[in-house]
């Protein structure tokens, strides 16, 4: 089974800043990585997807993924306090050839603070 | 359309009880899941429906029992549940490879088992 590590925090950033969120991975052959934003009670989204070294950036969120380190990571700039949340990130379960699911990280829970 | 609907958004058993939770996607996904998700733990899978056909059991004791009737449904049968199957159950659906390994969630059943 792949592993995703992520530090759980809480991480907390003020308000308008930005806020840097880690996660590194077992499986080198790994080939997609996604993030999902959860607030407390409710389900997972989906808020960024991820395939190609580099930056691929949405709005608010950008994320960056470092093949050769194993290491994704997703930024938000100007952090709001609608954005505390927790943060978790995935990976494709097993071969990576779909449907096989996802394996979320422990996630990271952020809070903003005014 | 990119809803997946659960009910019952809550539910109380008994541990005799035998009762069933529902999952319906209007997307043309051709995987459907089943994650259980405890208080302050990433989601964990349980179950993968690909094409209709049970793809992945991640050894999910026999009082789980999924089905899936259509490529839009998928349903979870209960029964003789514990006080520690007590958590949120999440439903999703996806496309399947590369970019379609995202997976969408339903916004959950909250069971509690007295």
């Known amino acids: 089974q792949k592993e995703v590590e992520q530090n759980s925090g809480p991480l907390s950033v003020p308000e308008g800043a930005i806020a840097s969120l880690n996660c590194t991975y077992s499986?080198?052959?790994?080939?997609?990585f996604f993030w999902y934003r959860q607030y407390s009670g409710k389900s997972p989204e989906l808020i960024m997807f991820i395939y190609s070294n580099g930056d691929k950036e949405d709005g608010r969120f950008t994320a960056q993924l470092n093949k050769a380190s194993q290491y994704v990571s997703l930024l938000i700039r100007d952090s709001q306090p609608s954005d505390s949340a927790t943060y978790l990130c995935a990976v494709p379960g097993y071969s990576g050839g779909g449907a096989d699911g996802l394996t979320f990280g422990k996630g990271t829970h952020l809070i903003i603070q005014p | 359309d990119t809803e997946v609907t659960q009910t019952p958004k809550h539910l109380v058993m008994g541990m005799t009880n035998k009762k069933s939770l529902k999952c319906e996607q209007h997307?043309?996904?051709?995987?459907m899941y089943w994650y259980k998700q405890k208080a302050k733990k990433p989601p964990e899978l349980m179950f993968v429906y690909s094409y209709e056909k049970l793809s992945i059991n991640e050894s999910v004791p026999s009082r789980f029992s999924p089905e899936c009737p259509n490529s839009s449904l998928l349903n979870l049968h209960l029964h003789a549940l514990q006080p520690e199957d007590s958590a949120l159950y999440l439903c999703?659906?996806?496309?399947?490879?590369?970019?379609?390994?995202?997976?969408?969630f339903g916004s959950g059943t909250q069971l509690s088992v007295l």
């Open positions: 499986d080198r052959g790994s080939q997609s």
């Open positions: 999703a659906s996806s496309q399947g490879r590369g970019e379609g390994e995202k997976l969408f």
């Open positions: 997307m043309g996904h051709r995987a």
